[in-house]
């Protein structure tokens, strides 16, 4: 099945005739709104197929994103066009020309339909004034088959339709299979990925409470570095855990738990002795030592979905819940304590489920995002924070009732554009100051983002 086995066949006046109806659009939106940037979108699409209704909806969903990461104060008009030649959008934004056109270049590079798109950002008042991207120092773009620049194939016409057609419904098929593939993978490359996980995590800035270069948010006793040696004392440990997995023979997956246990037992006395006895990775030893056990074991003969995944995970942990948190034992971590206090069944209960937060939430969030690392990885963590019952925050507040506190707060951050405008990053540097007032820190998110940065970079979506 392709996306070009429906819709009507148009011809080269058309689209001439298109490309002259656009261009008095666009013309009389700039005159109409002198002070303001317009901005048009359009798909860049070979071939004579330009509409249908898969094409409609990757346009839809793609700019809907895309005015969603708009920095602007104000958006005015928007108008939408279902023309034969593909669907175009329109709109006319208060703002600053090089940040949209920006914007636009970062959302056509890295959403993963947005080499799709082509958008235009023209200026305020100054007639036809547009920035290049190589004003912003960008390269040019670039072939989708062959990776020279675009403007160099279509000129000498270096591709057949069908090697278009191709390539656009792969990307399209990746785009939009819901089932994430593990590859098999050398132990080097997963325990590499999972240490990035650990480092990515404690380099991004602002969060919440959190540490990070620059502030050691509501914490006294680390800092990023201690955050370093951490990760790096962790190393050996991963390298056990997914020796553990791709080894393991037996049936009984639960053995398999056990033997990462006791080798999580030694993990926490090597970090300890790391960071000079602060607890910076307790939960991350729990979850990210699951997680590369269960990759490793799922991927030795080929590679596996997340779904099998998962699978593995839930039957490692089966029991976890009653095992560990039975009422009648003195309970000794967060974790313990709140299970015995609200019911709340913390990471064991994400685990025996199979972490429905990273793999039902967090990941097809981060595959949605787009923009920089540190714009696509904190609105991750705030989207995790939205959801997650987070033991730390809950430790921290002393009441359960801080999560309604942090739903709220995750809202207006994404009202406000979230990591993509001004006021919502200013809005997290206010967050953060009031988490350290308060002394609050959303701990087990971090550990979440660790997980959802390690799954991110050895599926591809990072
Ligand atoms: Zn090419």
Known sequence: ????????????????????????????????????????????????????????????????????????????????????????????????????????????????????????????????????????????????????????????????????????????????????????????????????????????????????????????????????????????????????????????????????????????????????NVNTHKGAIFSLGIWVTAIAYSTKDGSATMTEVRRVIQRMVEGLIEKDLASNRVATTAGEQQFQTYQLTGIRGEAVNGFPGVAEVAVPFLQATFGTMTQRLLDTLMKIAATLEDSTLIKRAKTPDVLAEMKEWTSIYFKLGGSHTEQGMKYLCDLDRLFIERNLSIGGSADTLILTIFIGQLTGLL
């Open 1 to 276: 099945m392709s996306i070009f086995d429906i819709g009507e066949a148009v011809d080269l006046l058309t689209v001439l005739d298109n490309r002259e109806w656009r261009s008095r659009l666009q013309d009389k939106l700039k005159v109409t709104n002198s002070d303001k940037i317009v901005i048009s979108a359009k798909l860049n699409i070979p071939g004579p197929i330009k509409n249908n209704d898969i094409l409609q909806k990757v346009f839809m969903d793609g700019w809907q994103t895309f005015v969603a990461g708009l920095e602007c104060n104000s958006q005015y008009e928007m108008l939408f066009a279902e023309r034969v030649t593909g669907p175009e959008a329109f709109i006319t934004v208060d703002s600053n020309l090089a940040a949209v056109k920006k914007t636009a270049i970062l959302f056509e590079e890295t959403y993963a339909l947005g080499r799709l798109f082509d958008i235009d950002v023209m200026a305020n008042g100054q007639t036809g004034y547009q920035l290049s991207r190589e004003d912003l120092g960008f390269g040019p773009r670039l072939c989708l088959i062959c990776g020279k620049p675009a403007k160099v194939c279509a000129k000498e016409q270096n591709h057949t339709l069908d090697e278009g057609y191709e390539v656009i419904n792969q990307m399209y098929q990746g785009a939009t299979s819901k089932e994430l593939i593990f590859e098999k993978e050398s132990q080097e490359t997963v325990v590499n990925n999972a240490l990035k996980g650990l480092l990515y995590e404690v380099s991004l800035n602002p969060k919440p409470g959190l540490v990070d270069p620059v502030s050691m948010g509501s914490h006294t006793d680390m800092n990023v570095f201690t955050f370093i040696d951490s990760s790096l004392s962790l190393k050996s440990y991963l390298d056990k855990a997914f020796k553990l997995g791709r080894n393991f023979e037996g049936s009984d997956l639960k053995l398999l738990f056990n033997a990462l246990r006791a080798e999580g037992v030694l993990a926490e006395q090597t970090m300890f002795n790391a960071t000079n």
